[in-house]
Each structure stands twice: as structure tokens, then as C-alpha cells.
């Protein structure tokens, strides 16, 4: 069974652009959630995504958004970028049809902005 | 109030020794779920165990063992005879009650020299 996918893997952009992560889940899974990794901050949960809806919510501004798509892919968009946001940004994929459950996690997109 | 707190920023190893990376949570919820998470310089997050509140149970898998611990809000990693392909950041996590939302802890970096 093919594992998370992520597009792309690797992004540069400039302060003030916004950009758009892809991520493909495991095939089955329905749950799609998304972290941010930075040196400073670690690992941070932005969002949760299942069945088209978002389903849990970290503590991001509203910069940060996302969506989830029928086939369970999803995208994560950052608007406005900031220095800060420079990141490891992860995907993960679970079941999760009705509580919590294992995330299996994509390799990542590491976003830088200059 | 950090939810998961891992003590050990580095640890540094030779190869056979056994060595034990701490993980202690805090949570108020009686259901949540504790897991162990792998992270090679690749970056890609690997699932390495799941434990849930109920189940106290001590785990071995090769060279690997877990402690959890209600008593004392641990769940600590042991990896028994180190080996160089070892060498990662090791993450625990902390999801509680029905929210599939992971809090990680700040992660132990594990070096294992030959």
C-alpha cells in the first residue's frame, strides 16, 4: 500500500506570497492532518481534515487554511507569508472514523521564505 | 502547561548499549493515547507504537521495549543493544479523549556511534 504523499517537496518563496501544499493520503484513509515543524516552535497541529470537513483546529492564524477534497486529498494554503513560516510542513493520514487513531505521516514539504 | 515533555534534548550512545529516552504527559482526560514516533534525517515521521489509557501493558518488539506508566504519567522508550541505524530524533506524542489531534513532545535526539 503506496504510504502519505506529499507535492511539493521543496518550496521557496518571498514575504507576501501565498503558496499551496498537496498531500495525498493513504488509500482508505479519511483523516488528513497538518503540522507545522520548526526548530523553535517543534511540532505544531494546524488542522484536521475529515470528510470535506475540518474537524479539529490548532492554534494558527488565519493565514493558514486548508481543504480536503472527495478522493480524502487535501491541500494546505499559507497566504501572506511571513519569515516565520518557514517550515518542515508534514501530512498525515489516518482512519480515524470516529476517535483518535495512528497518523501515518508523509516526508514533508519544507517551505522556505525569503 | 507543556502536555508532553521530553527531558532529554541529546542523548549519545555507543553502539550496544541499551539506553532509555523519557517521556512523561499531562493530561486530565481518563481516554487518551500515547505514541512513540521516529524521525530519521530524512525528516519523515515513522510510527513506532500506540498505547491507550486502559492498557498499562509493557510492550517489547526486538529490540525495542515501552514502559507506561499511569502512576507516574510516563511512557518511556527503550531500545536495548543499540545500533547506528538508531540514530534519530525520537518524538513522543499525546492524543486525548475523540480529538485525532497529536500534542508532541520536543523530541530526543538519539546518536548512536560505532
Known amino acids: 500500500k503506496a504510504g502519505v504523499t506529499q507535492t511539493p517537496r521543496y518550496l521557496i518563496k518571498t514575504r507576501g506570497q501565498q503558496v499551496t501544499l498537496s498531500c495525498s493520503p493513504i488509500s482508505g484513509h479519511r483523516s488528513v492532518s497538518w503540522y507545522q515543524q520548526t526548530p523553535g516552535q517543534g511540532l505544531q497541529f494546524l488542522f484536521e481534515y475529515f470528510s470535506e470537513t475540518q474537524r479539529n483546529k490548532g492554534n494558527f492564524p488565519g493565514r493558514f487554511s486548508g481543504r480536503q477534497f472527495s478522493n480524502s486529498r487535501s491541500e494546505m494554503n499559507v497566504s501572506t507569508l511571513e519569515l516565520g513560516d518557514s517550515a518542515l510542513y508534514l501530512c498525515?493520514?489516518?482512519?480515524?472514523?470516529?476517535?483518535?487513531?495512528?497518523?501515518?505521516f508523509g516526508p514533508g514539504t519544507r517551505l522556505t521564505v525569503l | 502547561a507543556q502536555k508532553v515533555t521530553q527531558a532529554q534534548t541529546e542523548i549519545s550512545v555507543v553502539e550496544k548499549e541499551d539506553v532509555t529516552l523519557d517521556c512523561v504527559y499531562e493530561t486530565r482526560d481518563t481516554t487518551y493515547y500515547l505514541f512513540w514516533y521516529k524521525q530519521p534525517p530524512s525528516g519523515e515521521l515513522v510510527f513506532l507504537i500506540r498505547?491507550?489509557?486502559?492498557?498499562?501493558q509493557n510492550e517489547i518488539s526486538g529490540r525495542y521495549s515501552w514502559n507506561f506508566q499511569k502512576s507516574t504519567s510516563s511512557f518511556n522508550f527503550t531500545i536495548t543493544a543499540s545500533q547506528v541505524v538508531d540514530s534519530a530524533v525520537y518524538f513522543c506524542a499525546l492524543s486525548e479523549g475523540n480529538f485525532n489531534k497529536f500534542y508532541f513532545g520536543s523530541g530526543t535526539k538519539l546518536n548512536v556511534k560505532p
Open positions: 498525515a493520514s489516518s482512519l480515524a472514523d470516529t476517535s483518535t487513531d495512528t497518523q501515518y
Open positions: 498505547r491507550n489509557s486502559f492498557d498499562e
